[in-house]
């Protein structure tokens, strides 16, 4: 089994319905987050969680909110989806690890959910 | 704030060609700088990393030197294989434990 397994990998809706991605993880870490990517603007952060009390919001929040069910669960919800969400989402998580140059910000990725606004 | 500059793809090349693909970056302080690759269909994953100044990171072939005087943080690799086709991003850390990537740069290599 993949570290960090996100499920849908595809999806197509309509505009105003509510989706939500789903996140699980078996690398034990307790940061988790939500990017979205588009073509020709890279990655852009959504949502981070450094712990299940700990929820963050990133460059990209609105329209989008998440929730952190247990360390290894971290959903993103958009609760009334519109075409401009289009894109691929991903799920990624870290270790802090010890001290400001360890493994912190070394994140591993989950495949992907590509959704579609129609 | 902190921003990744990337030359933009797509980058074609020979197999055994040599590879370039530049990055600069804006931070304050003293970031940690990695790259990272997307293969089709597939989550980034890390290649390499470097987090202080003159450090060179390498993996599978592929380095890169932190140049501080410079901003930059090039990625290089001595012959390409059909197999290194992906996207690749650049990436740093700085206060607030926060990733900041570029835009990435496609490379396709042909036999």
């Known amino acids: 089994d993949a570290d960090v397994t996100q499920t849908p990998r595809n999806r197509i809706t309509k505009t105003g319905k509510r989706i939500m991605l789903e996140c699980s993880q078996t690398k034990g870490h307790d940061r988790m987050y939500w990017y979205r990517q588009d073509p020709g603007l890279g990655l852009r952060l959504i949502y981070y969680s450094f712990d299940v009390k700990d929820i963050n919001k990133g460059e990209i929040s609105d329209g989008y909110s998440v929730s952190r069910q247990a360390q290894a669960k971290f959903s993103l919800s958009l609760e009334s989806a519109i075409p401009n969400q289009t894109a691929l989402y991903f799920c990624a998580t870290s270790d802090p690890g010890n001290g400001p140059r360890s493994g912190a910000n070394v994140l591993t990725f989950g495949a992907g959910s590509r959704l579609t606004v129609l | 704030g902190n921003s990744v500059t990337q030359m933009e793809g797509p980058v074609t090349l020979s197999e055994e060609a040599f590879l370039t693909i530049n990055c600069t970056y804006t931070?304050?302080?003293?970031?940690?700088l990695f790259w990272y690759v997307q293969y089709p269909g597939e989550g980034l994953q890390l290649l390499l990393k470097?987090?202080?100044?003159?450090d060179k990171g390498s993996n599978k072939g592929f380095e890169a030197t932190y140049r501080k005087e410079t901003t930059s943080f090039h990625l290089e690799k001595g012959s390409v294989q059909v197999s290194d086709s992906a996207v690749y991003f650049c990436a740093l850390t700085g206060g607030g434990n926060k990733l900041t990537f570029g835009t990435g740069t496609q490379l396709k290599v042909e036999l």
């Open positions: 470097a987090t202080k100044a003159d």
């Open positions: 931070a304050t302080g003293y970031p940690s």
